[in-house]
């Protein structure tokens, strides 16, 4: 590897092409550290994105979550969850539990970090990160729990008056030995369960539950999963008023190009997804 | 409500003492543990060039969109090997890649001289319904002929040849090649213009798909007025018109510059474990952790587990604001990990669709092996403009393996071997 520094190589020394030599110096103080402002980089600088997806976000064609949620589309990049739920989003850090492994040299201890993030109006994510340092830790989760927001489905109690405030139905979510419950509340019940489930809902906007848990409910880990998993099921629960037949749309992906006006195009896609098939 | 959230106490204040108390012994989950061995990347960025002439061929340079600067401007690739095996029509210029072959201590090859000029050419056929079928057609073997939508070609070239002096250019704006290369085609301005418009005589054509295109948008119009020299023409001689007039096509892709330069990895935040030799050798890495997903929901399943590897190394090289020398914008890594070395791995975003040893073939002009050159990244995309329909085009990753000698062969342009990973259409459950 010697030789990558010598700058008398062919290709003239690589300033042939543009001028940009300046190899020579690898290490700390090239320009390659130079350019990234010695380890602290503004972040969300600039967003390239790299799936269809976030291209599609960040052009504006895809204004709400929901329509990413309709289409069951993955999202792979935290960055469409920023922009599309904006300032709205407050996360919470709630705990960083160290957690060790044996190794010959001793104990080598990583930090665990469980971030809840939600915009209190329905959406809410949960990331669990292990890293090294409590900070980096703290920053995978966010993006983590960025990336696995759900929408949280609300209903009444009681008479449909004003918005909903509560669950719709009873539903339980089970992580581990721990289950919660969620029942639904009246108005002005407040969310009636322990600290960290309260959290987690207030977190997603429920205004009013009553919650039931069992099992080692001592592990934070579990029992936030546990309420996670249950506020992913209000969704899930098919109630009366789902009993109508949905009407497909097409999906973001679909909707910008005119398919009708090139018949020849559409039936080669077709023919290309029978041979994936 | 309000009282409520202040009954709640705040968890963040659990100090860090009373959280040791409860440490626990970690499971066994699997993590990539990865090996401190050195890694060097090379990088390349896109950026918008200073002039649209420092793009012109003579002065080597590596761009992305519009047309190619061809190295050998004579013997272009033609027929076939123009064209999307699909659907017939020719491929659009995806990128170029001006990349020296660097001698690396544990390659046996010693330098050569026939390489002292490398360019590789990427072509793509914009349509996305082709590079679908090119998914399977990139399994098969070589012996069956494999029909490709989207191809390299390198090209190299001695240090002293008929094209170019052997000096380097000195970029003051006078540089010109020593001789003209071929005429190319009026409307693409990529392959070589074969075929002569018969009104006229002065546009030149590479296909007759490009013919009508451009018949159609305006040359109906001109070509009279050339016939009878009423519009005067840049150049009378059939040749390559050297000066940068925009080509006739308007679907060519926005003209960029890539700044290909050597970045060592690292990490920002670990940087307190990392040790940084002052040699000019490589950095010592050490690699954060792979994401871990612990719930059901978020169990890393393999593709989970590449995808969150190959975002944290983009993430790595973040967008870069350029040292003072330079005027141009932001731009960020669209091309990565450009490396001859055997060891070198490609960064793979997804688990699935990756290839094997036995799916990479030799080389098909010495039968020499092949060895991974760089990748592309879906970035690009975004710089291209590209839109974001069902049917525009979208990759995880390009990956090119070219011959590990570099073998020079009676073709100018020598085909090389692309491997295309997709994002899956249907989403992952």
Request: glycine share 8%; charged share 25%.
């Amino acid at each position: 590897m010697a030789e990558r520094g010598a700058g008398d190589r062919g290709g003239f020394g690589r300033g042939f092409g543009r001028g940009r030599g300046d190899r020579g110096d690898r290490g700390r103080g090239g320009r390659g550290r130079g350019r990234r402002g010695g380890g602290r980089r503004d972040e969300e600088e600039k967003w390239v994105p790299v799936t269809k997806l976030g291209r599609l976000v960040k052009e504006g064609k895809i204004t709400s979550l929901e329509q990413i949620y309709l289409h069951s589309l993955p999202v792979k990049e935290h960055q469409i969850v920023d922009t599309l739920l904006g300032g709205r989003l407050k996360d919470e850090v709630m705990k960083i539990m160290p957690v060790q492994k044996q190794t010959r040299a001793g104990q080598r201890t990583r930090f665990k970090a469980f971030v809840v993030v939600g915009d209190s109006d329905g959406h809410v994510g949960l990331g669990v990160k292990c890293a090294k340092e409590v900070a980096t830790a703290i920053r995978g989760a966010i993006i983590l729990a960025k990336l696995s927001v759900v929408p949280v489905r609300r209903g009444y109690w009681g008479n449909k008056i004003g918005k909903p405030h509560t669950v719709p139905c009873k539903v339980t979510g089970k992580c581990g030995s721990v289950t919660v419950r969620l029942v639904p509340a009246p108005r002005g019940a407040g969310i009636v369960a322990a600290r960290v489930p309260k959290k987690v809902l207030q977190f997603a906007g429920i205004e009013d539950v009553y919650t039931s848990s069992r099992g080692s409910t001592k592990t934070l880990g579990n029992f936030v999963k546990a309420t996670f998993d249950c506020l992913m099921k209000t969704y899930g629960f098919l109630t009366p008023d789902l009993w109508l037949e949905t009407r497909f749309s097409k999906s973001p992906f679909q909707e910008y190009t005119d398919l009708l006006a090139k018949p020849t195009k559409a039936i080669l896609i077709e023919n290309s997804e029978t041979i994936e098939a | 409500m309000d009282s409520d959230t202040n009954d709640v106490l705040p968890l963040q204040e659990l100090s860090l003492d009373e959280a040791i108390t409860e440490v626990e012994l970690e499971e066994s989950y699997e993590e990539d543990e990865e090996d401190e061995l050195e890694e060097y990347v090379t990088l390349g960025t896109i950026e918008k060039p200073k002039h649209p002439k420092f793009l012109l061929r003579h002065l080597f340079p590596s761009k992305t969109g519009g047309t190619p600067a061809w190295l050998d401007p004579v013997e272009l690739p033609t027929g076939k090997f123009s064209r999307c095996d699909f659907c017939e029509e020719p491929l659009q210029f995806l990128l170029q890649a001006n990349i020296f072959l660097f001698l690396l201590i544990y390659a046996p090859i010693p330098e050569k001289e026939s390489t002292f000029h490398r360019m590789l050419y990427v072509f793509i056929c914009p349509s996305m319904s082709c590079i679908l079928q090119d998914q399977h057609e990139q399994w098969k073997r070589r012996e069956e002929d494999p029909r490709r939508s989207i191809k390299v070609f390198r090209c190299q070239l001695p240090r002293l040849n008929v094209f170019y002096s052997s000096e380097p250019p000195r970029k003051d704006g006078n540089d010109k090649p020593l001789s003209v290369g071929a005429a190319l085609c009026s409307w693409c301005g990529t392959w070589k213009g074969e075929k002569v418009c018969s009104g006229c005589k002065q546009a030149r054509y590479c296909c007759e798909k490009h013919q009508a295109m451009h018949w159609k948008s305006g040359h109906k119009n001109r070509c009279h007025h050339i016939i009878h020299n009423l519009e005067s023409i840049s150049s009378s001689l059939p040749g390559e018109k050297l000066s940068r007039d925009k080509v006739a096509c308007s679907s060519l892709w926005p003209e960029y510059e890539i700044a290909i330069e050597d970045e060592c990895a690292y990490d920002a935040e670990a940087s307190e474990d990392a040790s940084y030799e002052a040699s000019s050798l490589v950095t010592q890495h050490v690699p954060d952790d792979t994401y871990q997903f612990l719930l059901d929901k978020f169990e890393a399943d393999d593709n989970k587990r590449s995808w969150a590897s190959f975002q944290e190394r983009i993430s790595k090289c973040p967008s870069q604001v350029l040292s003072k020398e330079s005027i141009l914008i932001v731009d960020d890594v669209i091309f990565n990990r450009y490396s001859r070395d055997l060891m070198a791995n490609p960064l793979w975003p997804l688990s699935i669709g990756r290839p094997s040893m036995t799916n990479i073939p030799k080389c098909k002009y010495c039968n020499g092996s092949l060895c991974y050159e760089f990748q592309i990244m879906p970035q690009i995309l975004y710089y291209l403009g590209v839109k974001n329909d069902s049917d525009s085009l979208d990759w995880g990753t390009i990956v090119i393996y070219t011959c590990l000698a570099s073998c020079e062969a009676s073709a100018r342009y020598k085909e090389e071997f692309i491997w295309v990973q997709l994002y899956p259409t249907a989403p992952i459950s």
